[in-house]
């Protein structure tokens, strides 16, 4: 049964449209596991060493579709995958009956979810599977990935998730996997805000930050964001890690997303002021935990 | 020298003031560590369990000052403890030179610097060393342990904290103890407002908030607040946990210090507002957690 499922794996043929800071390492991982890819890049120059690992090379998003049953995109915002999905030479043009559509991009769950409609019209599946854990984790194979879309495409696509990432959660119907994506970087941006305040609050006491960071980090107030972002404010380093400007971007779907459905997030919309206030300082290309420098910089 | 050490400690006599919820079980756990103790408690009936494990009901602070060389002090806010070293009968009336009160309620900081320099005029060191971990902790002698005051003090006191807790940083100066518990609120605080606004954002969307949690757990998102208080907000059960009242007080003491030090906390100000709701609709014996019954009400 092993070895029927493996030999099953194998015989799919695999797309990857978009060979970014992400999209580069995620796809050498699944062309070095074994599997054969056709890739697509708007810059083809990006996609030389995936060719050198045998990758075929197109020239076009529908190209790739058309020589592939499972197509991963990972691009930058909601247009964009609007874009290669159904733009001129788009993957809708390409895509064979039966084929699935992974995109790994963080884009609008709403969007998603009508992209996924679209795409079903012509018995094409989507699963929208946005990732956490950085260029890091993209080169190591170690992502988070959050998945909307049926079990059964689910379950065809993650033994490919598997070469890409550790905790893969099949989150439920098309676009929960961004709703999930959308809560991660609330989470996170809210938790920046949160140590943030509080190494303010001990630096202002003239108490050591590296010290209190030290005694919270045991109990209830210890949290990854503590551990790395805090860190990153305590030395003054905010060489990314994830870039504010990015954070901003995905901040916007969070905050449209929550206008939509009437969810009421004050606190997400205060951090999303301090990031835009990053920006307009000029550190949007910072880790976002230079929310840090914003609120130092403020005298009440 | 280990066993030398060893005896030192054990010739120490302590004094423990304030037989609450924490002071009951963490003097227990002194007591049955061998050490012979003197309490103090308001209501006496409460010393019952301390006496039958063989320590010594004192009719006041003061008694409890005269019979120990360190003395421990648990009580609510930072009057209680005013009262209970400076007040009649307190214990700066019976302790010795060179004795140390150990302060472990969660109070203002600056207040806590002026109760050490008055101490010093008569040569009795105090230390500040609030803790983390809730009733459970204090049971199981598992508390987190910020303390502030000198080195010399801190070590001495330090073997009988190991009875108490796990985590046991020593901060810095008089004070620092406390600001490091101010912190730890404000994390906690502000961790629950991040967790409360993506989980209303998952459940407007019409997506299982337990996925997500799930999905969350393993990358920069997780924390002990998304574990723990996540699942509270899940299960729709708020029993304590730590009770918003009490959470509310510890803010009060974070945004009086901020303002005194001239630090800006919006998210911690926020939060606060919430905590505030929460009691406003009769929910303050429930776990702070109740932020997330707040948020749900609103509709925006």
Do not use: W
């Not at 030999?7 to 978009?18: R, S």
């Amino acid at each position: 049964m092993l070895a029927r499922y493996a030999e099953d794996v194998q015989e799919m043929k695999l797309g990857f449209v978009g060979l970014g800071i992400m999209g580069l390492p995620m796809s050498l991982n699944l062309q070095r596991a074994g599997f054969t890819l056709s890739v697509y890049n708007r810059n083809p120059a990006r996609a030389q060493t995936l060719e050198k690992a045998g990758a075929k090379l197109c020239r076009s998003p529908k190209e790739v579709a058309e020589n592939a049953d499972i197509i991963f995109i990972c691009v930058s915002d909601t247009p964009d995958v609007e874009q290669v999905i159904f733009g001129t030479d788009g993957i809708i043009h390409g895509a064979k009956a039966g084929s699935i559509v992974v995109d790994m991009s963080t884009i609008s769950p709403e969007e998603t979810k009508k992209f996924a409609r679209r795409l079903a019209e012509k018995n094409i599946e989507m699963i929208d599977a946005p990732i956490s854990g950085g260029e890091a984790g993209a080169i190591t194979g170690t992502l988070s990935i959050m998945a909307g879309g049926s079990a059964e495409a689910f379950a065809r696509v993650k033994p490919y998730f598997e070469k890409l990432g550790k905790n893969i959660v099949h989150v439920g119907t098309n676009g929960a996997g961004q709703v999930a994506k959308a809560c991660n970087q609330i989470v996170i941006a809210v938790s920046i805000e949160a140590v943030s305040e509080a190494l303010l609050f001990a630096e202002k006491c003239g108490v050591d930050g590296r010290k209190v960071r030290e005694a919270l980090m045991g109990g209830f107030a210890g949290s990854k964001v503590m551990e790395v972002h805090g860190n990153r404010m305590l030395n003054d380093d905010y060489k990314p890690g994830f870039k504010a400007k990015l954070h901003r971007k995905d901040m916007g779907i969070v905050m449209d997303t929550a206008a939509k459905v009437k969810a009421f997030l004050p606190g997400a919309a205060l951090a999303t002021r301090h990031i835009d206030e990053a920006l307009e300082a000029g550190d949007g290309e910072l880790d976002s935990s230079a929310i840090f420098k914003v609120l130092r910089k403020k005298v009440k």
